[in-house]
Structure formats: structure tokens, C-alpha cells
């Protein structure tokens, strides 16, 4: 016999806060799915190893310093919602400068995930909602 349950929302109080009307993530079953989830630090605008112009516009960023916030603003969510890193199953990364940051990123992903990695697909993409250089998104279980 199989129930149903009903999907839920999970909001993190150490992870950033969302950009638009979306949950940090959502449960369905044991699968946990994860919003994007960029390298900004709850309760500020500011995006660690980003240098903006006085009109606001990125003129350097530090892709090393992005991932290692964005893999803890992960870890933060999982952890709310009673999971941890060990259960990632899936991983999309998006990338705004391929070229420029992917050997960088997949180096320390790799830092991240030493022992089963979870399946990734990287993309480039030409913009994300605010001025980072990296995102993902993630399904991980959850018990």
C-alpha cells in the first residue's frame, strides 16, 4: 500500500533568504528539493568574493570564494530539513563565465565530494537573478 504525503515547505534560518516567493527547498516522499541556491550570506545583499562598480555592476569576482559559500548555504538547507550532504543525489551547476570559472569550480566540488559523488550537470548560463557567478541546484533524501 502506498501513501500519499503531502508536499511541505522547509525555510532555513542560516541559509540567504530567497529572492522571490519560493521556499529554500521542499520535501515530497524522501526527496528533498532544493531551490537555487547562490553564495549570499543571510541578511545581506552583499555576495562574498564580489567587486561591484559604483553603478553596481560586477567587475571582478572570486569564483573560489562564491563556491565555498554557496556549498555551506547547501549544507545550511539540508540540515534544516533533516537531511545532510552525504544524501545529495543530483546536482545542476550554473555558471556565468565557463571558461574563466569551471576548472576552479570543479576543483573544489571535487574538495566537497571525495567519496560518492552525487550525478552533475554544469551549464553555462548568461545571467542569474542576482550579480553571482554561480548557483545550484539540488535534490538530496531525506529520512
Known sequence: MTTHEHPHTIYSDKAPEPVGPYPHARRVGNLLFLSGVGPRQRGSRAIPGVTLDAAGHVIDHDIEAQCHAVFENVRAILEAAGSHWERIVDVTVFLTDMKRDFP???????EYFKVNPPARTTVEVSALPTPIAVELKVIATVD
Open 104 to 110: 576552479t569550480f570543479n576543483r573544489i566540488y571535487g
